[in-house]
């Protein structure tokens, strides 16, 4: 069973700010469902390699190349936030 | 006849033949989505300036004798695809203004193809469900009974095919997400293997395991949209060259097909489980042989798929920090308050559920208890159908316990809808091939649902697994009544 306090840390590595009934419904979930995935604890896997991908490529390489990306676009792509003398603005961070 | 009733294949010989044009046939769906979408909700964004420019333009190329299998047909696109100029929302309130920069690689294959893009269709917010209730824009209604969910996440490309909405629709499956809305709204849905279809463009949810694919009316168009979208796509490193479909035919004689027997358990409707007998029956006859194959970790596959995508998704929505794009909350003193108010507010409540399940699972001092001990797991899964695979060429199963559900009967319990995904995860986890086709149809409180099942294939063995499926297409058959 997660704690209220473990709760409020995941949502704090997360950048969620959830409201205190909200703490509550996911940490009964979150506790519900991490109870049901225990289940893989009955498997043996301490010789079994993991998978990560199952795509098959080993080292898909291509040339580290610099290319111009269609000028358009890529102002249209950063044109969608608050921008400032053709930067994009942040708050303050400290 | 109704135009938007056609399927590709009945539509590409009355368009090359030119008694009908595209700016018609395009009509005729906008016109249907205009009678039918304010009961169904299948569709979020409609494009139908650019839809009559793409149809005339088309019709400019079918009059000049070109000739493509693609030419002047209308389809819809799931809303988590991004199709340059047009708003993508991924059904969250979190991109509800937000612009595509740029075309998929699907949408531009299709484009450079001649289909015309009719507009984007509804989906669990982020693609993260099997009902389509977790969309910021409401539900979708299955066609066959409005009370009930088109499956999910990809439920509004479901509902738009099987009621009609358009021609084809694209949709994408991380773990089943196009072949279970395809199984409650009676069309054909087919995931391809993992790298056949290029991830460019689609916001991506489980990076491991997601791929774009067709829902259609028939295994021949699944087929002629693979054929158009598939292959190696510079922009995505995971993708490869993969086989084309040839010469499509229902010649099943010494294929060889396993059924899985962990598939075919309790929770299993009696009828889809008859239903799928009868499929077997007919592949029999026309020469395919059948066996019992065990997958032993078939149980297992539910709590991997739980600790992997969430892990995925979190790591992937981050970059929803409310700076460059999309939802920004508003009173935040600083920078941290900013990122947790913008995503605590744009997120919705499955999305918010998954990326603290992933960051949980990520966070220090449990990464290997638990996304370590899942990656294993699924390699004990991804052997499993391996060795199915060195004694059968395809696998039969179901794709859903049971037909279409009633809206809200599940999604209070996250645990009760993750259940749903029971035969669709293994086929993702292990990065396989998988059509869901309609198997028949069943009678539920007086209304005819339709059911299903699903063939699962390694690898590059396409032409195998759109031969049994041309074949169970051709002997099975489901009564589509104009519902809508």
Same mark, same amino acid.
């Given at each position: ?35 049901y995935v225990?289940k893989l604890?009955e498997v ?51 | ?155 509004? !490309? ?18 089943? !997400? ?82 899985p027997k962990e598939y075919?358990v309790e929770g ?26 065990s997958l032993p970790y078939t149980d297992y596959g539910i709590p991997v798929y ?71 797991v699924?390699?004990l899964i991804?052997?499993d ?34 259940l749903?995904?029971i035969y669709?995860t293994g ?58």
């Amino acid at each position: 069973m997660l704690t209220t306090e473990q709760i409020k840390h995941i949502a704090t590595l997360a950048r969620l700010e959830l409201s205190t009934e909200e703490e509550e419904t996911y940490g009964k979930q979150l506790s519900a469902i991490l109870n049901y995935v225990d289940k893989l604890s009955e498997v043996n896997t301490d010789k079994v390699l993991i998978t990560s991908q199952t795509g098959g490529l080993v080292n898909a390489w291509r040339e580290d190349e610099v290319k111009p990306w269609n000028e358009a676009e890529v102002k249209a792509a950063l044109a969608q936030g608050e921008t400032a003398g053709g930067q994009v603005k942040v708050k303050r961070v400290l | 006849m109704e135009l938007n009733r056609l399927n590709i294949q009945e539509a590409r010989v009355k368009l090359d033949s030119g008694e009908i044009t595209a700016r018609e046939l395009t009509e005729a769906c906008l016109e249907q989505i205009a009678a039918t979408n304010e009961r169904l909700n299948a569709v979020l964004t409609l494009c139908t300036e650019t839809a009559r420019e793409e149809a005339d333009e088309a019709d400019k190329r079918l009059k000049a004798g070109e000739r493509l299998p693609l030419l002047g047909i209308p389809y819809l696109c799931k809303d988590n695809i991004m199709a340059k100029n047009i708003r993508v929302t991924a059904a969250s309130k979190i991109l509800e203004d937000y612009i595509a920069p740029y075309d998929a690689t699907v949408i531009k294959k299709l484009k450079a193809a001649g289909a015309i893009l009719l507009g984007k269709t509804n989906l669990d917010e982020f693609a993260h469900g099997a009902s389509t209730e977790n969309s910021a824009y409401g539900p979708t209604k299955n066609p066959w009974d409005l009370s009930r969910v088109p499956g999910g996440s990809s439920g509004g !490309s479901g509902a738009a095919v099987a009621a009609d909405l358009c021609i084809f629709a694209l949709g994408s499956d991380t773990g089943g !997400s196009i072949r279970y809305p395809a199984a409650f709204c009676g069309v054909v849905g087919y995931k391809s293997a993992y790298g056949a279809v290029s991830r460019s463009g689609l916001l991506s949810m489980t990076s491991s395991t997601d791929v774009i694919g067709p829902l259609t009316k028939t295994v021949a168009d699944a087929a002629t949209v693979y054929n158009v979208i598939a292959g190696f796509d510079e922009l995505d490193a995971t993708t490869y060259p993969g086989e084309r479909l040839v010469e499509l035919s229902g010649d099943v004689k010494g294929l060889r097909i396993g059924l899985p027997k962990e598939y075919f358990v309790e929770g299993l409707e009696p009828e889809i489980k008859k239903s799928i007998d009868k499929v077997k029956e007919e592949l029999e006859k026309a020469g395919a042989t059948f066996g019992e194959v065990s997958l032993p970790y078939t149980d297992y596959g539910i709590p991997v798929y739980y600790i992997l995508t969430p892990s995925e998704v979190s790591s992937n929505l981050a970059r929803f920090d409310g700076i460059a794009w999309g939802f920004k909350a508003q009173e935040a003193k600083d920078l941290q308050e900013f990122y947790k108010k913008s995503r605590g507010q744009g997120f919705g409540p499955e999305a918010k559920r998954r990326i603290m399940l992933g960051t949980f699972a990520l966070s220090a001092g449990y990464f290997d208890a638990y996304y370590k001990k899942a990656q294993a797991v699924r390699t004990l899964i991804c052997n499993d159908f391996a060795k199915a695979f060195e004694d059968f060429d395809l696998l039969l199963t179901p794709t859903a316990p049971h037909p279409a559900f009633k809206i809200g009967e599940k999604n209070s319990d996250p645990l009760l809808m993750y259940l749903e995904d029971i035969y669709v995860t293994g086929a993702s986890l292990a990065g396989l091939q998988a059509i869901s086709i309609p198997t028949g149809l069943m009678s539920v409180d007086g209304k005819m649902l339709p059911i299903a099942g699903q063939l699962i294939a390694p690898r590059n063995s396409e032409n195998k697994l759109f031969k049994a499926a041309m074949l169970w297409e051709d002997k099975i058959k489901i009564n589509k009544t104009n519902f809508i």
